[in-house]
C-alpha cells in the first residue's frame, strides 16, 4: 500500500516562496511519473506541476516560470519549489502520479496572503 505524506505549506505573504515535500512509502510503480496538484473548495484538483514518465517536466500555465518540480528517487520523495507566489495559489497541494493512481494523501496547505 502506498502512502503519500506531503509537508511544507504554510502563510506566506504575496511574493514569497514556500517549498513542498511529498515522501512516499511502500511500493511506488514510479517515482519519475509524479506529479503536483492543488485543489479549492468547490473546485476540481489541478495538475500544477508534474514527470511525465520519460522524465519530462510540466506546468500548468498559471505556474509556469514561478514552480519547479523536483524528485530524489532514493528517498522517494517530490518536491515543489514554489516561488513568485500569489493569493491565488492558495490552495491544498497534493502530490500524486498524474493520473491519481495512488491513494490520496492529507495534502498540505498553502495560503497566500498579506
Known amino acids: 500500500q502506498v502512502q503519500l505524506v506531503e509537508s511544507g505549506g504554510g502563510l506566506v505573504q504575496p511574493g514569497g516562496s514556500l517549498r513542498l515535500s511529498c515522501a512516499a512509502s511502500?511500493?511506488?510503480?514510479?517515482?519519475?511519473?509524479m506529479g503536483w496538484f492543488r485543489q479549492t473548495p468547490g473546485k476540481q484538483r489541478e495538475l500544477v506541476a508534474g514527470?511525465?514518465?520519460?522524465?519530462?517536466?510540466n506546468y500548468a500555465d498559471s505556474v509556469k516560470g514561478r514552480f519547479t518540480i523536483s524528485r530524489d528517487n532514493a528517498k522517494k520523495t517530490v518536491y515543489l519549489q514554489m516561488t513568485s507566489l500569489k493569493p491565488e495559489d492558495t490552495a491544498v497541494y497534493y502530490c500524486?502520479?498524474?493520473?491519481?493512481?495512488?491513494?490520496w494523501g492529507q495534502g498540505t496547505q498553502v495560503t497566500v496572503s498579506s
Open positions: 500524486n502520479s498524474p493520473h491519481g493512481l495512488y491513494p
Open positions: 514527470f511525465t514518465s520519460g522524465g519530462i517536466t
Open positions: 511502500g511500493t511506488i510503480f514510479r517515482i519519475n511519473a
